[in-house]
């Protein structure tokens, strides 16, 4: 069973940077797809970014496009989300989500994901 746990969050000005990390019970995951989702107070929840198992297949959402990046360390089985030029409006909690796949699959439906962490606060203010 492979269980996901976030780190990293925290508060941070406008314009800043956060990384958000996601430490992998396994020893590899290159035979999941892993991804970030967010899910503001009052608001749905929302894919950010995701990687494919092979790790040559990224997707993210309109909204950080350029801003931030998902990235994967199999050395250390850690998943990360580089976060530059935060905005007000990106503060939620952030999930790291992984799902058993091959090659190049990905996606940003959070249904298509079975397992999640327990979720890193992110705040973005002055």
């Known amino acids: 069973q492979l269980h996901l746990v976030e780190s990293g969050g925290g508060l941070v000005q406008p314009g800043g940077s956060l990384r958000l990390s996601c430490a992998a019970s396994?020893?590899?995951?290159?035979?999941?797809?892993v991804g970030w989702f967010r899910q503001a107070p009052g608001k749905d929840r929302e894919g950010v970014a995701c990687?494919?198992?092979?790790?040559?297949?990224?997707n993210s959402a309109d909204s950080v496009k350029g801003r931030f990046a998902i990235s994967r360390d199999d050395t250390k089985n850690t998943v990360y989300l580089q976060m530059d030029s935060l905005k007000p409006e990106d503060t939620a909690t952030y999930y790291c989500?992984?799902?058993?796949?091959?090659?190049?699959?990905?996606?940003?439906?959070?249904?298509?994901?079975?397992?999640w962490g327990q979720g890193t606060r992110v705040t973005v203010s002055s």
């Open positions: 989500v992984a799902e058993a796949a091959e090659g190049s699959w990905y996606s940003l439906y959070a249904q298509e994901f079975s397992v």
């Open positions: 396994q020893r590899t995951l290159d035979s999941y797809a």
């Open positions: 990687l494919s198992p092979s790790g040559t297949v990224t």
